[in-house]
């Protein structure tokens, strides 16, 4: 739906537009001049059970909501802004904690974007690769003590290029690391290739400098003063980070996915923490098949790692997964469930959710 708005009006439509249901990709709710609002998002929710001991079935509300808005500069360029929510979590879902990021683009040339978005490399280990729940073996970048790469980076410049020949697309980017000092600073880059139809290899690196490795905690103390936890000092340092991965359709039906990658960190500030070096190998694979509105999909993920040079079952996951899934008109709708194994002992994950987007 498109309607014409004065130009005092666009900011009451795009808050009025963020609270209703919207249907559809990405919806223009507002024009002024050759500016365009546009409202998408996703619905997302499951009830899952993680195997925990006293653990129980409890919901996961990933649903966002977004705003995009666009407005020509020349023939040939185009500035352009996203704004969008994040997870659904106990204090509420916050606009921009998952994207906020200015740019402009071109459709010769690409786009180049400012602020807040995903890293070049993250994309790739995000999807397919960490599907299914794989990504809590080969998508760990979040843990403390396993930063070895971003998700998403807030001081980010990031370029995008067009695709090349029908065949090749690039990214790279460069930011500040996990502080705003000159020695903290990150950059990374991704290729990906479709030498043929049926196949795509994707590469990528990302490296960051006087990052924030493994988290320091605060003192604690007791009633009367004294001191119940003296806290901890961050391990601070280096970080590099590989990827390969490829994804091949042999036919229709059948979808077949795998990545490696590997991941160093050498502390330059050990903090409270006793180590210099940490290393890990990660890997994950994946079967799909597609039978009308149906999908199966068997996945593997496997990470080791290395603690100053000796096997450290820390950094040890293993996940095995299935999920089978069904598309009501673009609802679409699952069950999954998923083995989970750290240091030995294993988790059965099921999930069952829905999602679709607007």
């Given at each position: 739906m498109e309607n014409m708005f004065k130009r005092s009006f666009i900011s009451v439509a795009?808050?009025?537009?963020?609270?209703?249901?919207?249907?559809?990709?990405?919806?223009?709710?507002?024009?002024?001049?050759?500016?365009?609002?546009?409202?998408?998002?996703?619905?997302?929710?499951?009830?899952?059970?993680?195997?925990a001991d006293n653990g129980t079935f409890e919901l996961e509300n990933e649903s966002r909501v977004g705003f995009r808005a666009?407005?020509?500069?020349?023939?040939?360029?185009?500035?352009f802004v996203q704004m969008e929510s994040g997870w659904m979590l106990d204090d509420g879902a916050k606009l921009g904690n998952r994207d906020t990021f200015v740019g402009i683009r071109g459709e010769d040339w690409g786009q180049v974007r400012f602020g807040r978005m995903l890293t070049p490399m993250y994309e790739l280990v995000d999807w397919p690769y960490s599907a299914s729940n794989m990504g809590t073996t080969f998508d760990r970048g979040w843990r403390?003590?396993?930063?070895?790469?971003?998700?998403?980076?807030?001081?980010?410049?990031?370029?995008?290029?067009?695709?090349?020949?029908?065949m090749?697309?690039?990214?790279?980017?460069?930011?500040?690391?996990?502080?705003?000092?000159?020695?903290?600073?990150?950059y990374g880059a991704k290729v990906s290739v479709t030498p043929v139809d049926m196949l795509t290899l994707h590469a990528a690196f990302e490296s960051?400098?006087?990052?924030?490795?493994?988290?320091?905690?605060d003192a604690t103390f007791n009633k009367d003063g004294s001191?119940?936890?003296?806290?901890?000092?961050?391990?601070?340092?280096?970080?590099?980070?590989?990827?390969?991965?490829?994804?091949?359709?042999p036919i229709d039906s059948v979808m077949l996915a795998g990545a490696y990658k590997t991941g160093e960190y050498k502390a330059s500030d050990k903090g409270s923490f006793s180590y210099d070096k940490r290393e890990i190998?990660?890997?994950?694979?994946?079967?799909?098949?597609?039978?009308?509105?149906?999908?199966?999909?068997?996945?593997?993920?496997?990470?080791?790692?290395?603690?100053?040079?000796?096997?450290?079952?820390?950094?040890?996951?293993?996940?095995?997964?299935?999920?089978?899934?069904?598309?009501?008109?673009?609802?679409?709708?699952?069950?999954?469930?998923?083995?989970?194994?750290?240091?030995?002992?294993?988790?059965?994950?099921?999930?069952?959710?829905?999602?679709?987007?607007?």
């Open positions: 795009v808050a009025a537009a963020a609270m209703a249901s919207v249907s559809a990709n990405a919806y223009t709710i507002g024009e002024s001049n050759d500016a365009k609002v546009e409202v998408y998002g996703v619905v997302s929710i499951s009830a899952v059970d993680y195997g666009a407005q020509a500069m020349t023939d040939t360029v185009e500035a403390s003590g396993e930063r070895f790469l971003f998700d998403r980076k807030s001081q980010q410049i990031r370029f995008d290029s067009a695709n090349i020949a029908d090749l697309t690039f990214s790279a980017s460069v930011g500040n690391g996990s502080s705003k000092t000159d020695d903290s600073k990150f960051a400098t006087d990052t924030e490795f493994e988290s320091g905690s001191v119940k936890d003296p806290g901890k000092e961050a391990s601070i340092g280096d970080t590099d980070s590989y990827f390969v991965g490829f994804e091949l359709r190998e990660a890997y994950s694979l994946q079967a799909n098949y597609y039978m009308g509105n149906m999908n199966f999909r068997l996945g593997y993920a496997k990470q080791t790692g290395d603690t100053d040079g000796v096997t450290d079952a820390y950094l040890d996951r293993e996940t095995l997964t299935g999920e089978f899934g069904y598309s009501f008109n673009s609802v679409y709708t699952f069950l999954r469930v998923a083995e989970h194994s750290n240091d030995g002992d294993g988790d059965t994950m099921v999930r069952i959710g829905t999602e679709w987007y607007f």
